[in-house]
């Protein structure tokens, strides 16, 4: 076969196989960014975002301007008002589309918040036994993407569950108990995603990403069983004392999922009190510089949770705004 020949085939067979991470053009782009899922509330409910010269700016565009690229967006099955419904989902999707940013969409599961403590199953779904629940959640992943896709909307990451340490969907996946249909329910949540998006990355996410023994009870369960899954979702919400002994160990955490498991990883939550913007500063520049480092360049990014969030709004105070609505010095970590 003639040298150009060899060469074609080659340069078509390289351009067909998945990227490693995330591409803007023919660059790789570290996801730095947010979950902004409030976002929508707050504007409802009257709060404006300022630059720090004092000029109101939509926030989305005012995070690109900090250096964010990416975009988190929770998703409730039947929440007790709109949001965080898939149609207030949409909303702040497109938006995040038409500035260019990278999305994440994040599975709950649930009519509300899941967490560590909290599986609770969407109350349409109380009564359903494992394959009722997984047919539940294959189809609402389906629907909330389809959604998406019929608005011109990729995602590039989807979590199938929110900080799932002991499972989603309690009591039936409940790991603790069956590991099994927890992994089952993975299953479910990773075939729906690649049914419609087939090169979006799934995230299994837990929280507490300096906690090696946690990671490797629930990940050594999930492939015992079979789960599928690309990228390994840890949060990570130090204090000013222990950030640094903290990151440290995420970063061993990190490396060790890679070696254990050959999956990427990324910082999908990220937070520290709003009023020590300095500490929170050179935490973020850390764990960024750390999930840089990871080996074989299998760390993908950092976002922070919630940064907009100001003025302890729904008594949250891990945020990166001022009581005044403008981004403290923190997100400079992100530039």
């Not at 409030?38 to 010269?53: H, I, P, R, V």
């Not at 222990?242 to 910082?267: G, H, P």
């Not at 520290?272 to 500490?279: G, I, L, N, R, T």
């Not at 009581?323 to 923190?330: D, L, M, R, V």
Request: glycine content about 8%.
């Amino acid at each position: 076969m003639k040298p150009f020949i060899i060469f074609f085939i080659c340069l078509i067979f390289s351009s067909c196989k998945e990227k490693p991470g995330p591409y803007m053009g023919d660059t790789k782009v570290f996801a730095k960014g947010a979950d902004v899922s409030w976002l929508t509330e707050m504007e409802a409910s009257g709060k404006k975002f300022y630059n720090t010269s004092g000029v109101q700016t939509e926030c989305l565009a005012l995070l690109q301007s900090l250096g964010e690229n990416s975009i988190r967006l929770r998703v409730w099955v039947n929440p007790a008002n709109l949001w965080n419904s898939k149609q207030d989902v949409l909303a702040k999707a497109i938006r995040a589309k038409n500035l260019g940013m990278l999305l994440m969409i994040d599975f709950h599961y649930s009519d509300t918040w899941a967490d560590p403590g909290h599986q609770t199953k969407p109350a349409a779904w109380a009564t359903q036994g494992i394959d009722e629940l997984k047919s539940s959640l294959a189809f609402h992943t389906t629907d909330v993407l389809n959604m998406l896709k019929a608005n011109g909307i990729t995602p590039y990451w989807v979590q199938v569950g929110n900080e799932t340490n002991d499972g989603l969907l309690w009591p039936e996946g409940k790991a603790s108990v069956n590991m099994a249909n927890y992994a089952a329910l993975i299953n479910s949540g990773y075939d729906a995603v690649k049914s419609v998006f087939p090169n979006t990355k799934v995230i299994v996410h837990l929280s507490n990403g300096w906690d090696n023994g946690l990671f490797r009870w629930n990940f050594d369960g999930l492939q015992s069983y079979h789960a599928k899954y690309d990228v390994i979702g840890l949060s990570l919400y130090p204090s000013a004392g222990n950030w640094q002994q903290l990151n440290y160990q995420c970063l061993a955490n990190m490396n060790d999922m890679v070696s254990r498991f050959n999956k990427e990883v990324m910082i999908v939550e990220a937070g520290m009190p709003w009023d020590d913007a300095q500490s929170c500063k050179s935490f973020l520049e850390d764990i960024i510089a750390k999930t840089k480092s990871v080996n074989q360049s299998k760390g993908l990014g950092v976002l922070y949770w919630e940064p907009e969030a100001y003025g302890q709004w729904q008594g949250y105070t891990l945020g990166a705004f001022d009581n005044s609505g403008k981004p403290t010095s923190a997100l400079e970590a992100f530039q």
